[in-house]
């Protein structure tokens, strides 16, 4: 799936790179502006992406969640104490 998101952040990324080239090459004015805004710009951007990482991983507990119910149950407690089943006992005899 295509982010776009990722993709602005790829943009920007390639921006600043070329901005911090040209401002060691002496031509510092207003490219340390510009690296100041970008870098803003990509702080908000890497914050939308990680909500929206966290949004699919969401999507993908919620699937996992109702496929072990289906399987296993609604809860915990079905999977680990499963309901009691009641044998009768048979006498044991033990040879001597």
Request: proline fraction near 3%; hydrophobic fraction near 40%; charge should be negative.
């Amino acid at each position: 799936m295509k982010s776009v998101t990722m993709d602005r952040i790829n943009q920007l990324s390639a921006e600043r790179s070329r901005l911090y080239a040209l401002a060691t090459n002496g031509q510092r004015g207003e490219s340390v502006r510009r690296v100041r805004e970008v870098s803003q710009e990509l702080e908000v951007l890497w914050d939308r992406r990680r909500g929206e990482l966290a949004g699919h991983r969401d999507a993908i507990e919620l699937l996992v969640d109702r496929a072990y119910e289906r399987v296993y149950g609604a809860g915990f407690d079905d999977v680990v104490m499963p309901p009691r089943v009641d044998e009768p006992e048979e006498e044991v005899s033990v040879a001597a």
